[in-house]
């Protein structure tokens, strides 16, 4: 298992552009998410624990994506400054509610899309100062 | 959305949160830490994230994703409660700003 082996030290250049890998992580997310939520409705009844999900290939998929996410995250954050990683959070907002529409045909109406647009403003405000404030958390601990 | 489901979906966020911190303090574990209690840790972190998870999966089935994906958005008022908690640290005015267009985006996304 790789996270039991001591941390070794970033190398001075790093084998993908990490704005490449950045964006790819972010699109890995939404696309996990819609992923998932195939699944879902294949798999699980709903108002139940989604542990039944473990059924679908969807989900399985979505998993994969979800930690192929991660791992492309984790790594571009070693080269990225912190600010534009946190920049791009905002970015799996815009692009699941138009995944949504353009893939699971679901019907947005005015006053959801209003309130996504507020969401996207207020993860783009906040995703900056949290991101160092959670670094500082995990310091702490 | 039903209050019971609201919670569900505030927990599962609240267990996203807790397990990615479990998990990175195991990435930055100290180099002679104890390794039984930091795979414990690890365990836990994992855990923590796999209950999230299937909660948020099991929602999944009961909303549509463009309804259900901008609550996704409140985790990063429990960031805020973690950080004033550990921290002792005064969130600036754009911080409340921002929350508070979160959380009003999120109270128009589940009326519509």
């Known amino acids: 298992m790789p996270a039991s082996q001591t941390p070794h030290p970033a190398p001075l250049r790093p084998a993908f552009n990490p704005y490449f890998t950045i964006g790819i992580s972010v699109v890995l997310d939404a696309a996990a998410q819609v992923l998932l939520k195939i699944g879902a409705d294949h798999s699980i009844t709903p108002g139940s624990f989604g542990l039944a999900g473990l059924h679908s ?47 699971l045909g679901e019907k947005i109406n005015l006053v959801r899309w209003a309130g996504i647009a507020l969401v996207i403003a207020g993860v783009f405000m906040v995703a900056r100062p949290l991101m160092k404030a959670e670094q500082e958390v995990e310091e702490k601990l | 959305m039903s209050l019971a489901s609201f919670l569900l979906t ?103």
């Open chain 2, 10 to 112: 505030v927990l599962s966020q609240l267990c996203m949160v807790a397990g990615q911190i479990f998990l990175k303090k195991t990435m930055s574990w100290p180099e002679h830490g104890s390794k039984p209690w930091r795979a414990a840790v690890f365990a836990t972190g994992v855990a923590i994230m796999a209950l999230g998870f299937f909660i948020w999966v099991g929602l999944m089935a009961q909303f549509d994703l463009s309804y259900l994906f901008p609550f996704e958005g409140l985790h990063y008022l429990f960031v805020v409660i973690a950080a004033s908690i550990f921290l002792k640290e005064r969130a600036s005015w754009s911080l409340w700003i921002g929350l508070f267009l979160i959380c009003s985006g999120v109270a128009l996304v589940s009326g519509s």
């Open chain 1, 57 to 103: 290939g969807w989900v399985w998929l979505g998993i994969i994506a979800l930690v192929s996410s991660l791992a492309s995250w984790l790594y571009s954050l070693r080269f990225v400054a912190l600010n534009i990683a946190a920049n791009l959070t905002a970015g799996v907002h815009v692009l699941v509610p138009l995944a949504c529409w353009f893939f």
